[in-house]
């Protein structure tokens, strides 16, 4: 940078404010002005000093001497002309831009400049600088702040779209979307849209994809909108999409506290503290030894620990360490783009200010959620818009939340606003180009009621055709879900033209459903649904459960963590389960024999652990682990069949076999097989993706008193190979069988 003082009695002209010349690693651009003082007319006698300040911010000084008003003036004049014209390699090569655009007031609303390899879009509060052509965002600033991304990183890792894809059978690789050519969409003071397009050919190394890549700015609108609409054609190769996402790196010196719900707040470690941290079970988890900040100091950094359903992942993002501190937020305003539907969960923010928007991943859920393309399969989506928002508040400094509540205010303004109406890519559909569906959606469980009764808070959506259920692996298509009201009434706004499968399923209910036929969406379609009726697994009445039919391990037992491992203290706690190392908590509370659950005696929230895993017996060693259940039942019905429920919330390279009254059967009564690739054990996530399974079992196989049932998880890869139950019932007689029922004989 270069930074011009005048020196004199009377004025004292600077030319850097936070700023410089140039649009640089951390400095604005602001015009070079002189005031003179009116009351002398020919200006005062002063001096001009020039400081050249290198990238690490050293100063050297280099004094001009006394010079006359005019001649200074010509100095500054020629300064100004001359200095936008220079290509500094110390200031990423970029050329000046801001310089170029009128004073960025609001009321001049959005101005738009492109030069050589870059563009700026500025409204006033606002400003981002983005790479021609590859779209890449390098500069974002807010209300005359620095840039507020980490400028130590290269200008494609600090505001990005990427994937992560791979041929089938070869390893991954990352794309990072890099446009290759650059398009003014729309350029007037009340909105810029932009857009960097990159357009596959045979021989090229990137994904075969067609890229799509924009960026929004609004009049008065304190920050930015970013879509990207990817398109695959037919004839193209195969080839699976591990992940997708938009990333934004933040300057690491400048933010320290993360938000992310109202319980998940707090000051977070620096990226050198992992470098002098311990790595534990796997790469992302590491225990602090030496932070800089000694009150992290055993903690344990993990990015999974601030994983989040689809559901509840709407906002988030960090507050700076300014006087007057800066919020940086990412909002997403529907979940329809995102695949794996409301219960998928996913990264948000972590360790080196790093705030993300995914879109899919195989995180929580293994390689059943990679959208797979085949050769002749013709594909196109619209991912977002999302909303970069910013906001600042001086109360912040003393309690950064002003911020994250404000920021949330915001969240719940776009969600409303949703499907924006400013988008200009035909592809993203506006709300008269779509259609709703409505209904109300009953629940006929006869053991509990005799006619159906309303399916309350029922999550009901529409997704790809598939079997009930199939919702939590599709990952090509939209998704529109909502959730029912006291009475299971339920309204699904907004749906992009298309054919789709209606599912849902209610908390406290198992099983899923789905509607007796696909429905159709036309623009401007309002469907009104009948006789939406859900019959639940139902075989007899229940003799007994464990759990909570939530489709999560939540409320069984969760341990404290090792007492070699601090846990961090948030202001308002919750979600005990996202804590590292619970798994190895089985074998201090069970050291020599496994769980065993009477019913009657038994409570599942003190003495059912969260996860059946494994046994570690040292040296890189774990044995397969068998659980009881043992209940006391009178007046069996020999001739009868009973049946087991069990949903599963999670999964991972497990199996589950079910022996009754013989742990010693050379072939169990039931196995699942190896089941399971979400890894929510070793995630800190307390479910991953639901399924369930009922076993019949003759009446003649039962015991007059005392019966034992013995879940054996037989998989013993690793520490984090097992299961977490979501809830299980035992039926009596069956007085129908549903076709899933497995019947064991005689």
Known sequence: MLMVIWKSESIVEETSNSGSLFSSININVFKIGLDID?????????????????????FRKRKMGKVQVGRWKFIVWWLGMMLPLINSKTLNGRAPLK?????????????????????????????????????????????????????????????????IWNKPGEKDNLDKLVGTSFKVIVQNTDQAEISFISTWDLGVATAPLNVDKRYIMLRDSPGFYTYTVLERLKGWPAFDIQEARVAFKLRENKFHYMAMSDQRQRLMPMSVDRQTGKVLDYPEAVLL??????????????????????????????????????????????????????????????????????????????????????????????????????????RAKQNPSVLWDDAKHRMFKETASWPYNFPLSTDFLKSNQRGAVSGQLLVHDWFINKKPVAGASAYVGLAATGAAGSWQTESKGYQFWTQADSKGNFVINNVVPGTYSLFAWVPGTIGDYKYTSDITIKPGSNIKLRNVVFEPPRA????????????????????????????????????????????????DLYPKNDLVYTIGRSDYRKDWFFAHVTRNVGNGVFK???????????????????TLHVALASATGAEMQVRFNNPNLAVPDFSTGQIGKDNAIARHGIHGLYSMYSIGIAGSRLIDGRNT??????????????????????????????????????
């Not at 007994?544 to 999560?552: L, Y």
């Not at 397969?624 to 039942?633: A, C, E, N, P």
């Not at 009178?634 to 069949?641: D, L, M, P, S, T």
């Open 624 to 642: 397969s682990t068998t659980w009881q259940i043992q209940f006391d039942l009178r007046n069996i019905n020999k001739g009868a069949n009973y």
């Open 289 to 394: 030894k030496n932070p800089t900040n000694p009150t992290f100091k055993r903690e344990v950094d993990d990015k999974y620990l601030y994983s989040c359903d689809n559901k509840d992942n709407k906002v988030h993002g960090w507050v700076s360490s300014d006087q007057v501190p800066i919020g940086f937020w990412t909002i997403t305003p529907s979940n329809e783009f995102r695949t794996g539907g409301p219960l998928k969960q996913d990264l948000t923010s972590h360790v080196a200010a790093t705030m993300l928007s995914m879109f899919f991943s195989t995180h929580y859920a293994g390689e059943d959620l990679a959208p797979k393309f085949q050769s002749e399969e013709y594909w196109k989506k619209v991912f977002g818009p999302v909303y970069v928002y910013l906001n600042s508040d001086v």
């Open 540 to 587: 007899g009445p229940t003799l007994w459960e464990i759990g909570i039919a939530d489709r999560t391990a939540a409320e069984f037992f969760i341990p404290d963590t090792s007492p070699s491992i601090k846990i961090h203290s948030y202001a308002i706690s919750g979600e005990k389960f996202r804590e590292y190392g619970l798994w190895t908590r089985y074998k």
């Open 99 to 163: 310089a170029n655009i009128q004073d960025d007031s609001p009321a001049n609303g959005v101005q738009l400049l492109r030069q050589k390899q870059q563009v700026v879009m500025n409204n006033g509060i606002v400003s981002i600088t983005v790479t021609d052509p590859g779209g890449f965002v390098t500069d974002i600033r807010y209300k005359g702040s620095d840039n507020l991304l980490e400028t130590q990183n290269e200008e494609d890792n600090r505001g990005y779209w990427d994937i």
């Open 38 to 58: 009116p009351q002398k007319k020919r200006g005062s006698m002063g001096q001009i000093e020039v400081f050249i300040c290198h990238k690490r911010g050293k």
């Open 709 to 746: 049932i013995f879940l054996t998880q037989a998989r013993t890869a690793g520490p984090f190979i097992g299961i977490m139950y979501d809830y299980l019932r035992f039926e009596g007689p069956a007085l129908h069988v549903p076709a899933s029922t497995i019947n064991i004989g005689a």
